[in-house]
Antibody, heavy 120, light 107 residues
Framework: EVQLVESGGGLVQPGASLKLSCVAS????????MSWVRQTPGKTMEWIGD????????NYAPSLKNRFTISRDNAKSTLYLQMSNVRSEDTATYYC?????????????WGQGTLVTVSS | DIQMTQSPASLSASLEEIVTITCQPS??????LSWYQQKPGKSPQLLIH???SLADGVPSRFSGSRSGTQYSLKINRLQVEDTGIYYC?????????FGGGTKLELK
């Protein structure tokens, strides 16, 4: 059974940094592109970015690429999202997702999400 | 970015009713369209990919279709467990973009 378990969310002050983790199980992690997607309190969904199965390539939403960094450790089957200089508009639930084998086809599996609240 | 116009924003339907949700992209996306269901308090789940292909384990009362540039999700014989928010997503070009969501409730 595919499982994606996020952690690292919480209350953070504006301007701070935060690193989210996602531990994967139930599949060969190093075979798949992985992505982060977030959902605002108003339920708007936004793609954050992707990382290639071997970690050699990343792709980001243009509005986030200067502050967010995606990485992975295939030996630990773990995906990361480093968030820096966070803003109130970054308040959202952050989901780790595994893409379908066809890259453009969508997100086959989602974690349970981790809530990040940016507030002073 | 490709804009995905999803309608309706909310919908109230009766048990066993047929429900249709649509998405209209701002430009051609081929068949790179997927649909997701998010039940209350849960994470989204893939229902349909490639516009018409049912994801593994999804009940056959869900179906996806394309008519020209408009994409539809149809739920036949609505069940209690189908309440939630539904989203479309285009994967044709980066960045992938979601529709605004449709909140489906039982009447």
């Amino acid at each position: 059974e595919v499982q994606l378990v996020e952690s690292g969310g919480g209350l953070v002050q504006p301007g701070a940094s935060l690193k989210l983790s996602c531990v994967a199980s139930g599949f060969t992690f190093s075979d798949y592109w992985m992505s982060w997607v977030r959902q605002t309190p108003g339920k708007t969904m936004e793609w954050i970015g992707d990382i290639k199965y071997d970690g050699s390539y990343t792709n980001y939403a243009p509005s986030l690429k200067n502050r967010f960094t995606i990485s992975r450790d295939n030996a630990k089957s773990t995906l990361y999202l480093q968030m820096s200089n966070v803003r109130s508009e970054d308040t959202a639930t952050y989901y780790c997702t595994r893409r379908l084998p066809g890259y453009n086809l969508g997100f086959a599996y989602w974690g349970q999400g981790t809530l990040v609240t940016v507030s002073s | 970015d490709i804009q995905m116009t999803q309608s309706p924003a909310s919908l109230s339907a009766s048990l066993e009713e047929i429900v249709t949700i649509t998405c209209q992209p701002s430009q051609d996306i081929g068949n790179y369209l997927s649909w997701y269901q998010q039940k209350p308090g849960k994470s989204p789940q893939l229902l349909i990919h490639s516009a018409t292909s049912l994801a593994d384990g999804v009940p056959s009362r869900f179906s996806g279709s394309r008519s020209g540039t408009q994409y539809s999700l149809k739920i036949n014989r609505l069940q209690v467990e189908d309440t939630g928010i539904y989203y479309c997503l285009q994967g044709y070009s980066a960045p992938p973009t979601f529709g605004g969501g449709t909140k489906l409730e039982l009447k």
